[in-house]
């Protein structure tokens, strides 16, 4: 019954590689985002997606593509994969609107690229 | 742009004792929410206590409160009878119309014995 779920914990991959991040919410939140955590633990947003579509898209290289099939999953797909993409990758999901209780997280993926 | 900033890496406080973690955030909205986060080794983001930018009253959830000073743009986290379990990465939070939540750089808060 995990609120946020996303898969795989740990992902190990070669440079150059393609590679995706799955996330699911069984919250009914309308809104999904993915979230970067680097190496000095700073937590920086990627995308965000409002009842399937693109609500914020920060300065992230165009090999990183989001899709979200339904409210319910927003995927991260990263293509030829750098050293630099190392780092922990959350999912987060929230209600909109006035009464913002926050974000609920996954649990991370520790994404390394080797 | 709207900023948040944790001025203190790092902190130390003995078991027992309170401790008190500081956030300044920048901002030109009215109305905002604030928030802080724990993320323990587990490396799991768990949401401590919320503040609603439109209300005096600080907010408390058990043994952690905070101290919102709206004027100031100040929004620091006290944890009273800290515990071993408290050990953790903290992260002040942000909350804005654009549904963008901006997090400080965190302070790692280690318990001592």
């Known amino acids: 019954d995990t609120a946020v779920s996303q898969t795989p914990k740990y992902l190990v991959t070669q440079m150059g590689n393609d590679k995706s991040i799955k996330c699911e919410q069984n919250?009914?939140?309308?809104?999904m985002y993915w979230y970067k955590q680097d190496s000095k633990k700073f937590l920086k947003i990627m995308f965000s997606?409002?009842?399937?579509?693109?609500?914020i898209n920060e300065t992230v290289p165009n090999r990183f593509s989001p899709k979200s099939p339904d409210k319910a999953h927003l995927n991260l797909h990263i293509n030829s994969l750098e050293l630099g993409d190392s780092a922990v990758y959350f999912c987060?999901?929230?209600?909109?609107?006035?009464?913002?209780?926050?974000?609920?997280f996954g649990s991370g993926t520790r994404l390394t690229v080797v | 742009a709207q900023t948040v900033t944790q001025s203190q890496p790092e902190m130390s406080v003995q078991e027992a004792e309170t401790v008190t973690l500081s956030c300044t955030y920048d901002?030109?909205?009215?109305?905002?929410?604030l928030f802080w986060y724990k993320q323990p080794p587990s490396r799991q983001m768990i949401l401590v206590i919320r503040?609603?930018?439109?209300?005096?009253q600080n907010a408390t959830e058990n043994r952690f409160s905070v101290n919102f000073q709206k004027a100031a743009k100040s929004f620091s986290l006290k944890i009273s009878d800290s515990q071993l379990g408290d050990a953790a990465m903290y992260f002040c939070?942000?909350?804005?119309?654009?549904?963008?939540?901006?997090f400080g750089k965190g302070t790692r808060l280690h318990i001592l014995p």
């Open positions: 919250l009914g939140h309308d809104t």
């Open positions: 987060a999901s929230s209600h909109t609107g006035a009464e913002n209780y926050g974000y609920t």
């Open positions: 939070a942000s909350h804005h119309r654009d549904d963008k939540i901006i």
């Open positions: 997606y409002n009842n399937k579509e693109l609500i």
């Open positions: 901002t030109s909205e009215s109305d905002y929410y």
């Open positions: 503040q609603e930018a439109y209300k005096q």
